[in-house]
């Protein structure tokens, strides 16, 4: 039986190819299965052509044919399926929380989901969700105060007045209120204590859009 990375390439893969005739690129397999280096791609490619699911092509740069589909799914995805049916049922799904986000001085970016969170599912009934918890009093003009729980929509571009999830250089990630001008970004607090920062664009990545935010009273 294949792991879960391993029948997520797979699925994707297939997906892709049957959607538009092309293989997806690793940096886009990268995204899709949420694995962090090309080289970690290249190890799950490796294992399917090794178990004859996926064929690659002569003469052609990353083509690969799906060459048979596996019967069964992974244990882990049939386990994850039935608590989100359930979870459905009962009118909440569980999204990832990947930690603390800064709402003040940027901290180090958010890379590893550390556990579950569960929102009402209208919440994120269409797209792709993560949840963070503030750190920070720099966002709390628009009402978001240290210890909430933000929930963001998955996006790598975002308009003007969005407030967004910024890596900046690769290593930081704060919340903020996007502004582009020019060749440059704006990252705007929404606390007259904080002032705005501007970055050259290429130094600052989109990596979602704040879509709500649930607060706990203790």
Do not use: W
Request: proline fraction near 5%; aromatic fraction near 6%.
């Amino acid at each position: 039986m294949l792991t879960e990375k391993q029948y997520n390439l797979l699925m994707y893969i297939n997906k892709v190819l049957r959607e538009t005739g092309c293989c997806p690129s690793f940096d886009e397999m990268k995204e899709a299965v949420g694995v962090k280096s090309k080289s970690g791609i290249h190890a799950l490619i490796e294992a399917l052509v090794e178990r004859n699911f996926l064929k690659k092509l002569p003469h052609k740069a990353r083509a690969l044919e799906v060459v048979r589909l596996p019967k069964l799914k992974p244990s882990s995805i049939v386990e994850e399926e039935k608590k989100r049916e359930e979870a459905i049922h009962n009118g909440m799904v569980e999204i990832p929380l990947y930690g603390k986000i800064a709402a003040g001085t940027p901290i180090e970016a958010i890379a590893n989901e550390t556990e579950k969170f569960p929102v009402p599912f209208d919440m994120v009934s269409r797209g792709r969700y993560y949840a963070l918890t503030i750190e920070g009093d720099s966002m709390t003009g628009i009402g978001i105060m240290d210890g909430d729980t933000v929930i963001i929509k998955k996006a790598d571009y975002a308009n003007n007045g969005d407030i967004v999830v910024a890596l900046v250089d690769e290593c930081e990630a704060t919340l903020k209120e996007l502004r582009k001008e020019g060749p440059e970004v704006v990252l705007i607090p929404k606390n007259e204590a904080y002032q705005p920062r501007r970055l050259e664009a290429g130094r600052v990545k989109v990596q979602g859009i704040l879509s709500g935010l649930i607060r706990t009273y203790h």
